[in-house]
């Protein structure tokens, strides 16, 4: 009985992904409002579950304040520029974590959080498809969902130990090389497919980024534990909530920006044909 249910589950999993993936990858290449309209959602709606598992007593002032920071970010992005909207979303999320501290709101930090950590995101993706094309930004994507690919199977199937027990149970040193390994290879494979300049690079950078999602994910294991939760939603069959779908591409996103900023936006190494 076990053995079923555990097949059912990977069989909804499959099925969702199968219907998720192409869906995402269309609007990413469509760009213009249709993705910049499905960042808004899919980050207030992220939102919304960083506010559940953190604020159940549904303080109006916390999550209007939240939401509309978040719905302010997205709009300063689409006028100004994703550099002015992220010093905003730094600066209110800041404001907001001393506004819940003086009115004595519990969590203080992790709620504006969900502003600077989400909003933060958010902005990255935007700018990574604006200045990487869509070949690049659908990479650093696919790279994340090998990852879990990855780690899902061979954690699976080989076990191990245990990669951060008092975190995530379910986790293993197996999975996380897994993951590495198989992000390595889908980022080489992206580089080839899209004939960029130093596909070599490209494996490294999977590596990276398959970390940053890692450490993505476990990020969120370790705030729904504060919060005392299993899952952050149910809106994705077999694989619970928005951010138990984004929490790897949230850090991996917040990594390829910091990469982006500290190399000038450099992008010769990729430079597809």
Same mark, same amino acid.
């Given at each position: 009985m076990s053995l079923f249910r555990v &097949?059912?589950?990977?069989?909804?999993r499959i099925a969702s992904a199968l219907v998720l993936a192409p869906s995402f990858l269309a609007l990413l290449a469509l760009n213009g409002l249709p993705f910049q309209s499905l960042m808004?959602?899919?980050?207030l709606f992220a939102g919304y579950e960083w506010l559940a598992m953190l604020n159940p007593q549904q303080q109006k002032r916390v999550w209007v304040s939240v939401l509309?920071?978040?719905?302010?970010?997205?709009?300063? +992005?689409?006028? +100004? !520029?994703?550099?002015?909207?992220?010093?905003?979303?730094? &600066?209110l999320s800041l404001v907001l974590m001393v506004?819940?501290? *003086?009115?004595k709101v519990q969590?203080? @930090? *992790?709620l504006s959080m969900g502003v600077s950590y989400l909003g933060s995101a958010m902005l990255g993706l935007l700018d990574l498809r604006n200045v990487g094309g869509f070949s690049l930004a659908a990479t650093v994507v @696919? @790279?994340?969902? =090998?990852? !879990?690919?990855?780690? =899902?199977f061979s954690g699976k199937m080989l076990r191990g130990a245990k990669l951060a027990p008092d975190i995530s149970p379910s986790k293993t040193?197996?999975? =996380?090389?897994?993951g590495l390994i198989c992000a390595a290879a889908i980022a080489y494979a992206c580089a080839w497919l899209f004939s960029a300049k130093n596909p070599l690079i490209a494996l490294y950078a999977g590596l990276g980024l398959s970390l940053a999602a890692h450490c993505g994910d476990l990020f969120e294991s370790w705030v729904k534990r504060q919060a005392g939760v299993k899952d952050s939603g149910v809106i994705f069959p077999g694989h619970g909530g928005m951010l138990d779908r984004v929490d790897g591409l949230i850090m991996a996103v917040l990594l390829s &920006?910091?990469?982006?900023?500290?190399?000038? =936006? !450099?992008? &010769?190494?990729? !430079?597809?044909?």
């Open positions: &097949s059912k589950n990977l069989l909804i808004l959602l899919g980050c509309f920071s978040l719905a302010l970010t997205w709009g300063i +992005a689409l006028q +100004a !520029d994703t550099t002015t909207a992220f010093i905003l979303c730094l &600066s506004g819940f501290w *003086l009115g969590k203080p @930090v *992790l @696919v @790279v994340v969902w =090998f990852t !879990d690919i990855g780690a =899902f040193w197996t999975g =996380f090389m897994g &920006s910091v990469a982006l900023w500290a190399s000038g =936006f !450099d992008l &010769s190494w990729w !430079d597809v044909q």
